[in-house]
């Protein structure tokens, strides 16, 4: 019994605190943003009701957080195949049934609470990849693991581009990618996944793309090609978003002083999720947008570090596909708002307002942490 | 899990240590991108900024005064409350449509509670909101004091609405002057008073009003003030005012001294009660009008802020037509009053001394036609000096076939006819003088010398206005000078400074010998002084009088519609006034218009100078069909 309560407080103190202190920066760092960008919203009825839902998002999430690190990853990776399966069926309920919201269906009601449930489908994905690539059953550096990964895959990326959901459909593709890159798959393989990559994306942007993709969302692939073709339309929120950037200069406006934050040239209804950043690049200029950015680098170290130093090789494979995730996540998110990559809809990590994209994140954080803790060099005890 | 290797771990550093370059690699772009947005080109995303979400509005600023000579105010700018609603704060989620239905239920309650019936449609308040969005949207203007006070009793009800103050016209006299003063009008949006000194632009124009006829229209570049002040507004994604960034106040502008006198304007004014004609009084020592009327007037009150479409039709629609200035643009048949030209001319070519008699048997037949004098038995044998006194119609057309039509034509030029006097209000007619040149054009006949004798006496295709007949009245007063009316004396600017207008001579002014004014001048005071002088009518006692009738038919033939003219100046000995009057549908200028103008060089005397006179009793005018006075048909 003492023994366990010992190893109870060991797998609290050999937690990565570096990534822990710096997931505790970006929280608070969300929070007061979330509320930068929704204190003005007095006229239309939603002023305190985003902060206040963020605020108990982020204490779901830390205890989804907490639960993650106390369990043995190897338990989620011994269920793998299953929580991929039930994931899969609730992504093919969601398209019948899923609550609408502008024409996407990716909402599902739980008992009166809507779960976007392709956020829990992301991490099962990379739960079933890791246990697959890093379970030693495939040889590694062959072409059978880009087979197998993309067979594996292909599943919940084509339902959740059904909903539709570009954006968390194609954070997919690089989540993948960095997992054969790490699991050992054969470089050219990986080139030619790239290949195809931008072969598709050629495809999409010709006119037969409609028979692929929406008109809304090629019309926000075109609108990022020349923002001003359309400026009050699908090129609106490009161009709002590069000016609130643009226009914070080096050292920012200040907190709650964001002009297109306030005056509502970045809409209201998409600045506490999807435009975080420029609430954040606006009020605090380069400087704290160049903070927040290094924010997510160290914090990106810390998992490859985690991956580094992981006992098992699917261990390491899951960190660094949760890794992958935040990653692709943070550079899609900041890349579309400051005119690098089209607007698709899609959520800044810790900081962005939203539920099941902060539980998912944070279980993704307490996964990591618990791959931590059980790490190579320092044997902690099945708890 | 781990089946076939389960002890050896496979953890391939070199690849995540590849992957960790990657990763750093892309945020370091991001980061690299950043800085361009940020640093390198923040200032042309801060102007972006600034382009789309801050507006300007430029404010007018306050209109200079019109003054008289004395300094009373013509035309002045008063306070005008109005309530006015900050749109800002009645804004509803869910469309325009509760917007505007919250602006509408807010101005029924203020109506009720200010007793006041509503004057916006709520087609007004959604053309505001659409097009004006950032400024305050007025409900009420020009509110009495018991409205104001229901108001500030019911503001705090109503958050978003205020009390506003707009500056307006005013013309503390009214009527008084009004071709002279002219009126004001709203001025197109974007319409600055000087075109290239405020090359500012701006996204809204309060509205400014602009000077429309009159001195407010001639002199509108220095009444309005040069630089208008600007408000600059920060407006939200939706139009709505944010915030109030900047403010700059409007300029003021200058003031505007006139040469008019407010008691000789009234007492000129009084001259024409009830008739249709004009009065120019002007001071033969340098030009200065002191009076310039015409009547029927209006009330240039009614066209501020707008002047009603019923009110504008009215006057439009008018028969006497009272927006018409008859002293500037009023063109006549002088009539009577032209002899002294003629007579002048005919003096001046050395033909005709003023010792020159002619034998006056009532007529002269020249060819098969007679010309008649207005006097059928004749007035026998007379010199110039009588001529005038008498006004014989037969003395001036001897004279001018004597010395001939060009002699008469040039004189007339000369003495400003044929030509606008540059006085500066708006529509000033030259009327005309015929001469061969006109008369082959416009007859295609040539002239002939029963045209000379038309023209010796002011009949024929001559035509003068008013304000020449008063600047040739001023010539004879001062012995020859024509002086170019001088309306405008000074200009005062917002800070005090004054810039003199100063007097100005015509370019071409006549050469008399002084003997040969003499004779005229003596003439025409016989023709007031003498018991059988023909302008006796407008003796004023106590002051030596000078005057030229004149009478002539216009309209129609045959309709019997006369004019009645009068050109006066004194005191004889140094003039001072010099007055011209005529009036429409008249009878004569003897019977007409002397004593008008009797009445008001007797009110000026005495406002003026304080000379005591007994009151002269009101003279009734004769029947139409009575006495002849001046001139002939």
């Known amino acids: ?383 | 899990m781990p089946r076939r290797r389960p002890s050896k771990p496979e953890v391939n550093v070199l690849r995540l240590l590849l992957l960790w370059f990657i990763m750093m690699g892309l945020l370091g772009t991001l980061v690299y991108r950043l800085w361009n947005l940020q640093v390198a080109q923040g200032m042309e995303f801060q102007r972006r900024l600034v382009k789309q979400s801050l507006r300007s509005v430029r404010l007018p600023g306050s209109r200079g005064r019109i003054l008289d000579a004395r300094g009373e105010v013509l035309a002045g700018n008063r306070p005008s409350y109005c309530v006015s609603l900050h749109l800002e704060e009645f804004r509803r989620s869910g469309g325009t449509a509760r917007t505007v239905d919250h602006v509408m239920d807010t101005l029924y309650r203020l109506a009720e509670a200010m007793d006041r019936p509503l004057e916006l449609q709520p087609r007004d308040v959604r053309t505001h909101l659409g097009r004006r969005t950032p400024l305050p949207l007025v409900a009420w203007r020009d509110l009495d004091e018991e409205a104001v006070a229901r108001f500030v009793e019911h503001a705090h009800q109503h958050p978003g609405t205020a009390l506003t103050i707009e500056s307006v016209r005013e013309y503390p006299f009214g009527p008084l002057a009004c071709h002279t003063l002219g009126y004001v009008g709203r001025a197109a949006d974007d319409q600055s008073p000087q075109a290239g000194s405020e090359p500012e632009q701006f996204h809204y124009y309060l509205p400014e009003v602009a000077g429309r006829s009159g001195v407010e229209k001639r002199f509108d570049g220095v009444l309005r003030a040069a630089d208008g002040g600007k408000i600059e507004v920060q407006v939200d994604v939706a139009g709505f005012k944010f915030d109030e960034v900047s403010r700059r106040d409007p300029g003021q502008g200058s003031d505007i001294e006139l040469a008019l006198d407010v008691r000789v304007q009234r007492a000129a004014e009084a001259a024409l009660e009830g008739e249709k004609g004009a009065v120019v009084v002007m001071d033969p020592r340098n030009g200065d009008v002191l009076a310039l009327a015409s009547a029927p007037g209006f009330d240039p009150n009614d066209f501020v802020p707008v002047l009603a479409s019923r009110l504008w039709n009215q006057l439009l629609g008018d028969e006497r037509r009272p927006l018409y200035n008859r002293a500037t643009a009023g063109e006549y048949a002088p009539g009577s009053t032209f002899k002294l030209v003629t007579l002048l001319a005919a003096m001046e070519s050395g033909r005709v001394p003023p010792s020159t008699r002619y034998s006056c048997p009532g007529f002269l037949d020249l060819g098969r036609t007679r010309f008649r004098c207005w006097q059928h038995w004749g007035h026998g044998s007379l010199d110039a000096q009588h001529a005038i006194r008498y006004s014989c119609n037969v003395y001036l057309y001897h004279a001018a076939l004597h010395c001939g039509a060009e002699a008469v034509q040039e004189m007339a030029r000369a003495c400003g006819f044929g030509q606008t006097t540059g006085v500066g209000l708006d529509f000033e007619r030259p009327g005309l003088v015929p001469d061969n040149v006109w008369k082959r054009r416009e007859r295609h006949d040539s002239w002939r010398d029963g045209d000379t004798c038309n023209l010796s006496i002011g009949q024929g295709a001559l035509l003068v206005t008013p304000i020449q007949q008063a600047v040739y009245a001023a010539a004879l007063a001062n012995g020859g000078t024509l002086w170019r009316p001088r309306l405008v004396r000074r200009v005062v600017n917002a800070n005090g400074q004054g810039k003199e207008i100063p007097p100005t001579r015509m370019p071409d002014g006549p050469r008399w010998s002084s003997a040969n004014v003499r004779v005229v001048r003596e003439g025409m005071r016989d023709a007031v002084n003498a018991p059988d002088g023909s302008g006796k009518r407008a003796a004023v006692p106590g002051v030596v009088v000078a005057a030229k009738t004149g009478t002539a038919e216009y309209g129609a033939k045959g309709s019997g519609l006369k004019l009645a003219w009068l050109v006066a100046f004194a005191p004889f000995d140094s003039p001072r006034y010099a007055v011209a009057l005529v009036i429409e549908e008249a009878v004569s200028g003897g019977t007409t218009a002397a004593p008008q103008v009797r009445q008001l060089l007797a009110r000026m005397f005495e406002e003026l100078e304080g000379l005591e006179l007994s009151r002269p009793e009101a003279v009734a005018r004769p029947p139409a069909t009575g006495a002849p006075g001046g001139g002939a048909a």
């Open chain 1, 1 to 383: 019994m003492k023994k366990r309560v010992q190893a109870w407080w060991r797998v609290w103190l050999a937690q990565d605190f570096l990534a822990l202190l710096t997931v505790a920066g970006l929280l608070a760092t969300g929070l007061a943003f979330v509320y930068s960008a929704s204190w003005r919203g007095e006229e239309i009825g939603l002023a305190g009701a985003w902060f206040s839902r963020q605020v108990w998002w982020v204490l779901y999430g830390i205890v989804a957080a907490l639960v993650m690190t106390a369990v043995d990853y190897r338990f989620w990776l011994r269920h793998a195949w299953w929580l991929y399966l039930a994931s899969v069926v609730l992504l093919a309920l969601v398209l019948p049934l899923g609550t609408r919201v502008f024409g996407a269906a990716r909402w599902l009601n739980v008992f009166g609470v809507l779960l976007q449930v392709s956020e829990f489908a992301k991490l099962a994905l990379v739960l079933v990849l890791a246990r697959v690539l890093g379970g030693g059953a495939i040889q590694p550096n062959s072409l059978a693991m880009v087979v197998v990964a993309g067979l594996i895959a292909v599943v919940p990326f084509v339902l959740i581009a059904a909903e539709p959901d570009l954006g968390t459909a194609a954070v997919l593709v690089p989540t993948i990618v960095v997992m054969l890159l790490a699991a050992g798959a054969p470089f050219r393989w990986l080139a030619a996944i790239a290949l195809l990559g931008a072969g598709g994306a050629a495809a999409i942007l010709s006119p037969l793309g409609s028979l692929i993709l929406s008109e809304y969302q090629r019309e926000r692939i075109l609108t990022f090609l020349d923002p001003s073709r359309d400026p009050l339309g699908a090129g609106w929120n490009a161009i709002q978003s590069a000016i609130a950037v643009g226009s914070g200069g080096v050292g920012g406006k200040g907190f709650l002083n964001g002009t297109q934050n306030v005056l509502g040239f970045l809409p209201r209804t998409v600045a506490p999720t999807d435009f975080i950043f420029p609430v954040l690049a606006e009020e605090k200029g380069f400087v704290g947008a160049s903070l927040l950015l290094l924010g997510f680098a160290v914090l990106l170290t810390c998992y490859i570090r985690t991956a580094w130093t992981a006992r098992h090789p699917a261990g390491s494979l899951l960190v660094t596909g949760i890794a992958g995730l935040v990653f692709a996540h943070v550079f899609i998110n900041i890349g579309m708002t400051i005119g690098l990559l089209p607007i698709t809809g899609l959520p800044l990590p810790f900081v962005s307002s939203g539920g099941s994209f902060m539980l998912s994140t944070l279980a993704g954080f307490g996964l990591v942490q618990s791959v931590h803790v059980r790490r190579a060099r320092r044997e902690v005890n099945n708890v």
